[in-house]
């Protein structure tokens, strides 16, 4: 048999039942957006075309759907190293991308960039590809790898190393371009960094083949040169010592006319008749000249 309540009971009853749904309204029919990211709220089977601010909103439970996205730049990391770490929700890592060269040879890139969503077009996103990792990879990753693999293809493998400023210059204005087309996403200013270009193991092996060739190439050339400048140097040497004594024959022959000339200069007549008396044994007359050497003379 029913009881009838009172009065103060249904009051009771009555005021418990609004603070029970007063605290379900506030733990599930408000939403907290946080500071950095923005809010995508999709009622009923639409999305709302503006996203929800940071801060506290209101919405319905059951008919609502809220997400929350970041608005703030998301750091992409394709590296050798670090491909394996766990993605976080500005950090995403991921393997070198896989291009292919000219002729054909495998070229692994090592590169990083920041993007930042562009906030009031997340609804639209969402609208066409579901969920914010679909989006991101359809907007970004996807055209990333495109234009990263378009630009490897025109390059030759064998010489990228010392081609990099090129490939940096083209990469990055293709990149720039590539986003300038991206409603979805914006490119933060001067965040490519390009840091590695890594030619696949048969590529490397025919580079370490040519590097030591010239290498030895290199050495050969300098055997040669210092083989040619010893034999220079023994040449030079016979040379100045033949120099010298050809100098050496040519001053004693000089000084020796010179004093024969000073000679002749000085046989006087008074000096050869002194010579003729000097010369006389009192037995026999001689005749004193002087040579052309200066020399005295006896001539029977």
Request: charged share 25%.
């Amino acid at each position: 048999m029913l009881r009838n309540f009172t009065f103060g009971e249904k009051v009771g009853a009555l005021i418990v039942s609004l603070l029970v749904m007063g605290f379900l309204v506030f733990k599930f029919a408000f939403v907290i957006i946080e500071e950095g990211k923005l809010g995508v709220n999709m009622a009923g089977t639409k999305y709302i075309k503006e996203p929800m601010q940071p801060g506290y909103h209101f919405f319905w439970p059951i008919y609502n759907k809220i997400v929350q996205v970041p608005n703030k730049p998301i750091m992409n990391n394709f590296s050798k190293s670090e491909g394996a770490r766990a993605d976080t929700e500005l950090l995403k890592f991921d393997t070198t991308i896989s291009c292919l060269d000219a002729l054909g040879n495998t070229v692994e890139v090592a590169i990083s960039f920041e993007t930042q969503p562009v906030g009031n077009m997340m609804p639209t996103m969402f609208a066409k590809d579901g969920t914010f990792i679909a989006g991101f990879f359809k907007k970004v990753e996807q055209p990333f790898r495109s234009v990263v693999r378009d630009t490897i293809a025109e390059f030759n493998a064998n010489t990228i190393q010392s081609q990099r400023a090129a490939v940096k210059e083209k990469m990055i204005a293709r990149i720039n371009i590539s986003f300038e087309k991206n409603d979805y996403f914006k490119l933060v200013n001067d965040s490519v960094n390009l840091k590695e270009l890594i030619p696949s193991k048969k590529v490397r092996d025919l580079q370490e083949k040519v590097s030591l060739a010239q290498q030895e190439i290199s050495v050969n050339e300098k055997i040669a040169e210092s083989a040619k400048a010893t034999a220079q140097g023994k040449a030079d040497a016979v040379r100045i010592a033949a120099q010298g004594t050809a100098d050496a024959v040519t001053i004693e022959a000089e000084a020796q006319a010179k004093a024969n000339d000073l000679i002749n200069k000085s046989l006087t007549q008074e000096l050869i008749q002194y010579q003729e008396v000097v010369k006389w044994d009192g037995v026999r007359s001689k005749v004193v000249a002087g040579n052309s050497s200066g020399l005295i003379v006896d001539v029977k």
